[in-house]
């Protein structure tokens, strides 16, 4: 498991790194001299032969890949809410849901005189992303927790917790991330984008039954009476290529749960229960590859291992592994440069379901827990901009790396060659995924592959 999920570890060495790379950042304005596996001799016209420099660039350092199943990653208190299922060809199911506290937005509720419920409508407010076909149909279901959650824990994507076995709301719907929701054709009132689904009256009833009493009386007693929801997707009859996973902004004050209702006083009021930054919240996902080619891949019986395949939502990454780049320190009069690991989607994998618009590229320790690459705090610490490092989808369908300084720390010993793994960027909130070409695909041009930028003296 890896425990920090995308939060890594913060590489203590970063300045000693850079200074031992410092004396080669000259030579960087050489790289546009390519010669591939063959020298190619520059100023030989104006510099003594025994001044002569070199630069070359080789794509044959051996490169190893392989697809492995993802155990856990931290899932709480994430920027977005995940809602939805899609069936993949490749991936099969992939289903995303979550648990979240509710939240009094004021102390010492009272409803006034003989309150009598109207409704109670769950609202869950959409980011305006999705990743898959809006057109699918998904049936909500929403549960009340029974098992507290507390906003001081860490939860995973594993994580579960106890509910009423009885939805307390369900509906079969679409996701229209884009379209206003009209409250009153009259008056053109409308809200912002998101679902509303009607709840079970005697859940509302529930709350308004404590008018005035000690439950109602502070979020620490309404959380321990009200334990929170779970919301999730019910959809076992989708087909092949179907389906949606739904981006959803609950804390921006759209989401959670509108109290309609009146009192001896007043009719038609609306006491507001919301979700916010101050409720803890968990994505919870689920994988089911059973029969599909990342079964096979993840259990080591593939017919072959051409391709590599990544999942969001703590589903499926790619170790990357470089076992002879220590070789590269065997010759003294040679500076390594510049290095680029270079990977390549695989042709038409993403017509159904597109490929994420970037990737991360992560080291491992010798624990196996994921850390921050040095070239990847040097992209953002010192030039203020992570394409620097690389990540970002090209207009090519390849995705790119810079790894020299981490390749150079490997060379002088500072590091082990533990490795590397290569995982879709924004793991907790994205539902994407994709397939790339590996170092042993058929197709020589597309092959996962090093560039190693090199000097001779």
């Given amino acids: 498991m890896n425990p920090h999920g995308p939060n890594f570890k913060v590489i203590s060495v970063l300045r000693k790194a850079f200074s031992f790379s410092a004396k080669f950042l000259f030579l960087l304005f050489l790289t546009g001299f390519y010669a591939c596996n063959k020298p190619t001799p520059i100023g030989l016209e104006v510099q003594p032969s025994q001044d002569q420099i070199g630069v070359y660039v080789s794509d044959t350092s051996t490169v190893m890949a392989y697809t492995f199943r993802n155990d856990s990653l931290r899932s709480d208190e994430t920027s977005l809410a995940l809602l939805g299922s899609y069936v993949d060809p490749e991936f099969g199911k992939a289903e995303a849901s979550f648990y979240t506290q509710l939240r009094l937005p004021t102390a010492n509720v009272d409803f006034g005189t003989n309150p009598v419920l109207d409704s109670v409508i769950f609202t869950l407010g959409y980011k305006g992303t999705y990743y898959g076909d809006t057109n699918a149909v998904q049936t909500v279901e929403i549960y009340e927790m029974t098992e507290a959650m507390h906003l001081d824990s860490n939860y995973y994507s594993n994580s579960t917790f106890q509910t009423d076995p009885t939805p307390i709301g369900t509906a079969t719907l679409k996701f229209t991330p884009n379209t206003v929701v009209v409250l009153d054709t009259d008056t053109a009132d409308t809200l912002a984008p998101h679902i509303r689904i009607a709840l079970d009256p005697a859940f509302g009833q529930k709350i308004l039954a404590e008018s005035g009493g000690p439950n109602l009386a502070d979020n620490i007693a309404f959380q321990e009476f009200l334990k929170g929801l779970y919301v999730k997707v019910n959809n076992p009859s989708q087909s092949t290529g179907d389906g949606c996973i739904g981006y959803f902004n609950i804390i921006n004050g759209v989401s959670g749960i509108d109290l309609h209702y009146s009192n001896d006083d007043a009719d038609s009021l609306v006491y507001p229960i919301t979700i916010g930054s101050f409720a803890a919240r968990s994505n919870h996902f689920e994988h089911d590859y059973t029969g599909t080619i990342v079964e096979q891949h993840i259990n080591g019986t593939a017919p072959d291992t051409n391709l590599l395949y990544l999942s969001a939502m703590a589903g499926v990454s790619a170790k990357i592994e470089l076992p002879f780049i220590e070789n590269w320190a065997n010759n003294p009069k040679r500076s390594i440069n510049r ?119």
């Fill in 339 to 457: 290095v680029e690991l270079v990977m390549t989607l695989d042709n038409g994998s993403d017509v159904t379901f597109p490929a994420p618009l970037k990737v991360q590229l992560v080291g491992l320790d010798s624990a196996g827990a994921w850390t921050t690459l040095v070239d990847d705090a040097y992209s953002s610490q010192v030039y203020l901009d992570s394409r620097y490092f690389g990540g970002p989808l090209q207009d090519d369908n390849t995705y790119h790396f810079l790894i020299t300084l981490h390749t150079n720390r490997i060379l002088s010993g500072e590091i082990k060659n533990n490795g590397m793994v290569l995982v879709v960027s924004g793991n907790a909130i994205s539902g994407s995924r994709l397939i790339l070409n590996g170092p042993q695909s058929p197709l020589a041009g597309s092959r996962m592959k090093l560039k190693v930028t090199y000097t001779e003296f």
